[in-house]
């Protein structure tokens, strides 16, 4: 058995492990990261590379469908769902570099491919060696929830960790689940010529914003991807190619492939957690504001804490506890500055509060500001002039902003920095932007909220009155 001691462990080499192992050995500390499976993770092997380079073949087949508004002839798209699969892999291929054990050791991390296991509270065994850590990072992330409907077992399905890998097109691909991966999927699949039906146990998207999800939904059902709401699956049977999903409503549903879409489940099974003390929730590993678990040597980082479940977040995670670990400094974690956003066409992004949760949470001292897209120069001369812009607005600052719409993915980063840097809607409309740009609704937003101030106001109209009738 090889010793190591080291200053940092860092278990799993995903979004957020990468990134302490990173910034910690190039700052100057010893580190030791282990990963059992793929380096790289969920979110280049089958999270959000694989499924953002799928979307992406999607689009250039409904783009292909639907040119003749530009002035362009309509043509049915020739789509290679093999070929299209074999992008996906050429993209993975492309980011893997930046992810990989030689990139990696090159910055002078030892990097050890075997799954870890606590032995005590500052040790972890892997493979042949046990490794004695001064601070422990557990990034381990979270898998496929398949959760125990009768008749799973016996009929085949896909998952997020199989679904790329699928090289012949299903001809209708019934997907569980209409959370974010269920409706990304969903209509990269019809766009590439697969019939698609999403079951959902309660109202897809909803975790967003109901009026932005509903744009979303009904675009996806224009496409033809039918939606079942309030349809909780209770039993599935069939065959490959003949599979039936029965809803406890007693609707029923008939398809060639199955995707289980169902939310996640952190890893913890190989960790052998209870020999470190460390506690965990329903969701993951109890951790801490700071992200300490129960044992204080001890962090947890990433989807496997069980917040939000993002790689950025996995990302900001990596920062914060890279300054308490290295520098001993106070370092905390908040989730009101974080955006999120679902790559469906159009997309959907949010920070901070919902509409629903602002006014749940500041009443009537929150007012609402909205945009409509189709006010917008640029999104009229592409045509994309579906969707809006809301920022919930409490005493001039924002406290939550939804985006449906094109780039609403993009147009979510400005109000990150806005919020995180507690500016105010005057900052906001304050900014100059280019014409004729898409990211102008961000200061129409702000525009919008200050119009009734300015012009609907009859204080603002006497002083005007006044300057005008005096001055010379
Ligand atoms: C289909 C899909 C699409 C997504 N799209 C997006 C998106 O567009 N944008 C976004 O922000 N997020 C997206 N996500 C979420 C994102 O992938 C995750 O939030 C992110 O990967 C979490 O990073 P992590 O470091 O916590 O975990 P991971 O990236 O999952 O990495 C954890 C690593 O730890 C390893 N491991 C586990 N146990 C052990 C152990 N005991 N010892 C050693 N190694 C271990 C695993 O093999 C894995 O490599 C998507 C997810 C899915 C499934
Ligand atoms: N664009 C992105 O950033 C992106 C994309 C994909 C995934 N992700 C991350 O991955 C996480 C997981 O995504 P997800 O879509 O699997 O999970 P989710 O929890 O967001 O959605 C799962 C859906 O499945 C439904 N469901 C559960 N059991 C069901 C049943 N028996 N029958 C019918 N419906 C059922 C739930 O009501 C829910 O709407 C997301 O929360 C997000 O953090 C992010």
Same mark, same amino acid.
């Given at each position: 058995m090889e010793q190591i001691k080291t200053d940092i462990l860092v278990i799993g080499a995903g979004s957020g492990g990468l990134s302490v192992a990173s910034g910690a050995v190039q700052m100057g500390a010893d580190v030791v990261l282990l990963e059992g499976h793929k380096? +790289?993770?969920?979110?280049?092997n089958f999270g959000c590379v694989p499924s953002k380079a799928l979307i992406a073949s999607g689009k250039a087949a409904y783009g292909q469908a639907h040119s003749d508004v530009y002035?362009?002839?309509n043509v049915v798209p020739q789509v290679d769902y093999a070929a299209a699969k074999d992008h996906v892999h050429d993209v993975i291929a492309q980011i893997a570099p930046v992810d990989s054990q030689e990139r990696f050791e090159g910055l002078g991390v030892r990097v050890i491919r075997e799954y870890g296991s606590f032995i005590s509270d500052t040790q972890v065994k892997a493979g042949d060696a046990v490794? $004695?850590?001064r601070r422990i990072? /557990?990034? $381990?992330?979270?898998s496929p929830l398949v959760p125990p409907i009768p008749g799973l077992d016996d009929v085949p399905y896909e998952t997020n960790e199989t679904v790329f890998d699928l090289r012949t097109r299903p001809d209708h691909l019934l997907i569980i689940g209409g959370g974010p991966i269920g409706m990304e999927m969903a209509q990269a699949h019809i766009r590439l010529g697969t019939k698609v039906t999403v079951i959902e146990g309660d109202r897809a998207l909803g975790k967003d914003d109901p009026e932005a999800a509903a744009l979303v939904l009904e675009s996806q059902r224009a496409e +033809?991807? /039918? *939606? !079942?709401e309030g349809a909780k699956a209770e039993k599935i049977s069939g065959t490959g190619g003949a599979i039936e999903v029965l809803a406890a409503d007693g609707r029923v549903f008939k398809g060639s492939h199955l995707l289980m879409a169902v939310g996640r489940k952190s890893n913890i099974d190989k960790l052998n957690l209870d020999a470190a003390g460390i506690e965990t929730t329903k969701t993951g590993i109890k951790v801490d504001d700071s992200l300490r678990t129960t044992n204080r040597k001890v962090y947890a980082i990433g989807d496997v804490a069980g917040g939000m479940q993002f790689t950025h977040v996995a990302g900001y995670h990596a920062g914060v506890i890279i300054r308490s670990i290295l520098f001993g400094l106070p370092s905390k974690a908040s989730t009101s500055h974080i955006p999120w956003a679902t790559y469906t066409d159009p997309e959907l992004a949010q920070i901070g509060l919902t509409e629903e949760q602002a006014r749940e949470e500041h009443g009537d001292r929150m007012e609402v500001a909205r945009f409509d897209f189709h006010h917008n120069d640029r999104l *009229?001369? !592409?045509r994309k002039t579906k969707g809006f812009i809301k920022a919930m607005i409490v005493k001039g600052r924002p406290v939550g902003v939804t985006i449906v719409g094109h780039q609403a993915g993009e147009l979510i980063n400005f109000w990150s920095l806005v919020m995180v840097n507690k500016l105010k809607m005057s900052q906001v409309s304050a900014m100059v932007s280019p014409y004729p740009t898409v990211t102008e609704v961000n200061k129409r937003v702000a525009g919008a909220y200050f119009t009734p101030r300015l012009f609907e106001n009859p204080t603002v109209k006497r002083v005007v009155g006044? /300057?005008?009738r005096f001055v010379p």
């Open positions: 380096m +790289g993770g969920d979110c280049l002035g362009v002839a490794i $004695t850590a990072v /557990i990034a $381990t992330g979270s +033809g991807v /039918i *939606i !079942e *009229i001369a !592409e006044l /300057i005008q």
